[in-house]
């Protein structure tokens, strides 16, 4: 099993509805979520961090976190064209002094306008 | 304030050479990360350095690659006698701390492009 698993998708949304992108992982002491953006070509962009079990909102992106099921999800609301990118998941250790992050593959959005 | 910085951006290399890939990271951040994101492979830890020592390189892939980091600041990643399987994309990510109470956002340099022919 893989550390971090993520749906490669792609995942099509029309603009205006809610994207719902989803990742799992393996390691039960794991207690950091990221979110990342990364548009083809470009280099990853943090867009949320999530560390306590539930939602955490920030403008249109709400992050949930589900420690018990080991699921972190990213929910994008209003979904709009420039929302289309590729979302990786990222996890760091669970022990503190070493933040190097394992990557899920990536889901790629694509929002049909 | 200017963000993580690398150089070069594209680098064409023939089986078997040496190449250098640099990073400047955003100044007065002591953590920082190289990774690899080739296709298939998605995005990958390579080596992290805290200030100018390297307490994990476990994702360093063979001997032929090392990195060093110098004066806290810039670091430089290393492949020996390259192969086509080392053809993606380096990324050089800082943090401004890497290990404190809570982790610390990574921010992310544009990437080398590394095509070994």
């Known amino acids: 099993q893989k550390e971090v698993e993520q749906n490669s998708g792609p995942l099509s949304v029309p603009e205006g509805a809610i994207a719902s992108l989803n990742c799992t992982y393996s390691?039960?002491?794991?207690?950091?979520f990221f979110w990342y953006r990364q548009y083809s070509g470009k280099s990853p962009e943090l867009i949320m961090s999530i560390y306590s079990n539930g939602d955490k909102e920030d403008g249109r992106f709400t992050a949930q976190l589900n420690k018990a099921s080991q699921y972190v999800s990213l929910l994008i609301r209003d979904s709009q064209p420039s929302d289309s990118a590729t979302y990786l998941c990222?996890?760091?250790?669970?022990?503190?002094?070493?933040?190097?992050?394992?990557f899920g593959t990536g889901t790629r959005l694509t929002i049909i306008p | 304030g200017a963000g993580v910085s690398q150089s070069p951006s594209n680098k064409v290399t023939e089986k078997g050479k040496d190449v250098e890939l640099r990073c400047d990271p955003i100044?007065?951040?002591?953590?920082l990360y190289w990774y690899r994101q080739s296709l298939g492979q998605g995005l990958e830890f390579l080596i992290y350095f805290q200030g100018n020592s390297a307490p994990d390189k476990s994702g360093l892939p063979s001997d032929r690659f090392s990195a060093e980091r110098t004066g806290g600041s810039v670091s430089t990643l290393t492949i020996q006698r390259t192969q086509q399987e080392d053809s993606a994309v380096y990324l050089c990510?800082?943090?401004?701390?890497?290990?404190?109470?809570?982790?610390?956002?990574?921010?992310f340099g544009p990437g080398t492009r590394l095509t070994v022919l």
């Open positions: 990222a996890v760091p250790p669970p022990n503190f002094g070493n933040e190097k992050l394992t």
């Open positions: 390691d039960r002491g794991s207690q950091s």
């Open positions: 100044s007065g951040h002591t953590a």
């Open positions: 990510a800082s943090s401004l701390d890497g290990g404190g109470a809570s982790p610390d956002t990574q921010y």
